[in-house]
């Protein structure tokens, strides 16, 4: 009995050892697992970064690597995934001409690098103005270019319709380009110079008509405004924008609710002064009425020369009365400087003027020439040296019937006005510069 306890006490000892044995095997071959698994991913590793073995650090940033490229391809998915904003589109310049000025219109285009736009302009057999724009215009910047000249409300008119026409178009801006406004004159009432009395010995007399040269008698207090009126119908018409050159009176653009750029014709003015005029600094600046010695003493201070001033009283529209003449003008060359001129009764006056106080010689410069009526032949037989006036108002016809006549292009200034326009930049810089 007790042999055989021993045996089973050897045997179950015997059974703990192997037991052990096994375990400890099982452990060696686990860990051996392990080695072989991470021997088996740095291998992998390697291959991934190439041939060459890496350390530890290495190993790092080649993991870093591949996780930025994964998350810089997730990136460009993402973004390319999200819709993008519509760039905003630059309008195009779209310049229309009226039947008023179309040498001045193209003369603008030629300047910008454009073509002129489309448009057919015809009348009816009841003399109905019909006007029909040739191209799109939707969503662009639209100049129309119509002076006041000619037959000034017909062209009016037509300015009008075409300003509409581009508007219900869907135009996105229209700017009428107006050289010469129309009815500028008409900017204010008139007071009765001396009592009912002489007005109604006027009223009875054939004397009290409206002139066709859109002048109002002076004796009237209840003219219109017809400035104002003709604001009026360009807003309503759908101008957005307004650009002259000067102004009758410069007020003349509070008539408006939208902007009015007034250009000024006195930079080309000096420019010829001092280009054409041998002696212009013996020369002395004479306006031919109160209203223009503003005007005069700019241009006199930019020359640094003299100015003298010639009061005038009308005793109706376009007859001078009388004329008084303030300054000295003797052995000068005197610059009666203008506006505009009409039948040009005022500066022929004023020139006779001049020459009576000792002028050597008379020049006029005029930004509006209308010559109207009998100006041609009064011109013709003044003393003149030369009239000169912008082409603002075509000139052509009256510079072939009268040769003292000399005409200055403004092309360049309308033009550089409707390009600063378009491109949102300040005008002013021409209100003192001619751009070449």
Known sequence: ????????????????????????????EATSTTEEQQQNTTTNTNKT??????????????????????????TEETKASVPRPLKSRMPNIKVFSGSSHPDLAQRIVDRLGHDLGKVVTKKFSNLETCVEIGESVRGEDVYIVQSGSGEIND????????????????ASRVTAVIPCFPYARQ????????????????MKSNEWKFRADHYVPEYTSRAPISAKLVANMLSVAGADHIITMDLHASQIQGFFDIPVDNLYAEPAVLKWIRENITDWRNAIIVSPDAGGAKRVTSIADRLNVEFALIHKERKKANEVASMVLVGDVKDRVAILVDD?????????????????????????????????????????????????????????????????????????????????????????????????
């Open 1 to 28: 009995m007790e042999d055989s306890s021993e045996r089973d006490s050897k045997g179950s000892s015997c059974d703990k050892i192997d037991s052990a044995e096994n375990s400890s095997k099982s452990l060696d």
């Open 340 to 436: 505009m001129a009409d039948t040009c009764g005022t500066i022929v006056h004023a020139a006779d003027k001049l020459v009576e106080a000792g002028a050597t010689k008379v020049y006029a410069i005029l930004t509006h020439g209308i010559f109207s009526g009998p100006a041609i032949q009064r011109i013709n037989g003044a003393c003149f040296e030369a009239v000169v006036v912008t082409n603002t108002i075509p000139q052509d016809e009256h510079m072939l019937n009268c040769p003292k006549i000399q005409c200055i292009d403004v092309s360049m200034m309308f033009a550089e006005a409707v390009r600063r326009t378009h491109n949102g930049e300040s005008v002013s810089y021409l209100f003192s510069n001619v751009p070449y």
């Open 187 to 202: 900017d204010k009432k008139d007071k009765v110079k001396s009592g009912d009395d002489k007005l109604a010995k006027l």
């Open 155 to 170: 062209n009016l008119m037509e300015l009008l319709i075409m300003i509409n026409a581009c508007k219900i178009a869907s």
């Open 49 to 74: 970064c190439g041939s060459q073995t890496l350390s530890g650090e290495e190993a790092k940033a080649a993991e870093a690597s591949s996780t930025s490229t994964t998350t810089t391809n997730f």
